[in-house]
């Protein structure tokens, strides 16, 4: 992934302008081949990225996405537009992840939320509960003092360090801007597993750049 | 004789546990007062909860990959695939 502006697509759209994502189906309807691979090219690096924390390997997260396009072109006159298509894309990729990997019987419960993690490190705080070790300021031109890349990669870091669900729901809700209902849909959560997940994978993400960033003011 | 109702404390600890529901809009009404006064009196917390939304707003900022030249390849022979079973 980069790191610039503006996305289309996967941004936190939620105005009422034309979905292009339903423009698009109605042309792949249609028997338009190149309305599938624009359709395909808008989803299809948040459907690597989520394949990928279901199975282990990139080359079998690939063949997953091209199975759920298989799939979805087999399954496109039931589409109902009762959800986004991307959410509908989702499930339909995380049922066959799930397959692929093996892992359906591992619940979050045993994998991501076993034992309580801190936002922030006890450490910092007094006995009272008050802070002991605040946290700085950030300026505001964070992009151009650090570097956008540097950044960047230090998201990507502490994603890829993540649980699998965890990460799973930072990038869904956070990275591709689904809202929180979607990503339950989507993975199949309770909304307080969504929430508890979406904590502890942001108090990570900000904890990482803390970090990076005070290694640059000090 | 009554007492005013000002928010119960809480402490800065509690807080950097809330700020992800907090800003979520998903905490009951009664925390999210009391985050909201919390705000209000201790700066570490504003300044946590700044960088919180500095951190999202850069995460959401992440653009995913062009698909690669091979890869639309790929998904035409998907697409024709496809055509012809159908």
Redesign the interface.
């Known amino acids: 992934?980069?790191?610039?502006?503006p996305?289309l697509p996967?941004t936190?759209r939620r105005s009422q302008v034309i979905d292009p994502d339903l423009l698009l189906l109605e042309r792949l309807r249609a028997?338009d081949?190149s309305a599938?691979?624009t359709l395909?090219?808008l989803h299809?690096?948040?459907m690597l990225r989520l394949a990928r924390t279901f199975v282990s390997s990139h080359a079998i997260a690939e063949e997953v996405v091209?199975d759920t396009?298989?799939g979805v072109?087999?399954g496109i006159e039931r589409f109902e537009g009762r959800s986004s298509l991307r959410t509908w894309l989702l499930a339909i990729l995380v049922k066959r992840a799930r397959t692929a990997g093996g892992r359906e019987a591992r619940s979050i419960a045993s994998s991501d939320s076993a034992s309580f993690v801190?936002?922030?490190d006890?450490d910092r705080?007094q006995s009272?509960?008050?802070?002991g070790a605040?946290?700085?300021?950030?300026t505001d031109d964070?992009e151009e003092r650090i570097g956008a890349r540097a950044?960047?990669d230090q998201?990507?870091a502490a994603l890829a360090d993540m649980p699998e669900r965890q990460r799973a729901v930072?990038m869904l809700r956070?990275?591709d801007?689904l809202q929180?209902e979607e990503v339950c849909q989507v993975l199949d959560l309770s909304?307080g597993n969504e929430?508890v997940l979406?904590?502890r994978g942001?108090?990570r993400?900000?904890q990482a750049?803390?970090d990076e960033i005070g290694a640059i003011h000090t | 004789m009554r007492f005013r109702r000002t928010p119960s404390h809480i402490w800065c600890q509690q807080v950097v546990e809330m700020v992800s529901d907090y800003l979520e809009g998903t905490l009951p009404a009664r925390d999210q007062r009391r985050l909201d006064h919390h705000f209000t009196i201790c700066p570490p917390c504003s300044i946590y909860l700044s960088q919180m939304r500095e951190t999202l707003r850069l995460a959401g900022k992440l653009v995913p990959e062009d698909l690669s030249p091979e890869m639309e390849q790929e998904f035409t022979e998907v697409y024709r695939r496809w055509r012809e079973e159908s």
């Open positions: 992934m980069s790191f610039h502006a996305r996967w936190r028997g081949e599938f691979v395909v090219s299809h690096d948040p091209q396009w298989l072109l087999r801190a936002a922030v006890a705080f009272s509960g008050a802070w605040p946290p700085e300021a950030w964070l950044l960047r998201i990507l930072v956070d990275v801007g929180s909304p929430r979406l904590h942001r108090s993400l900000r750049l803390e």
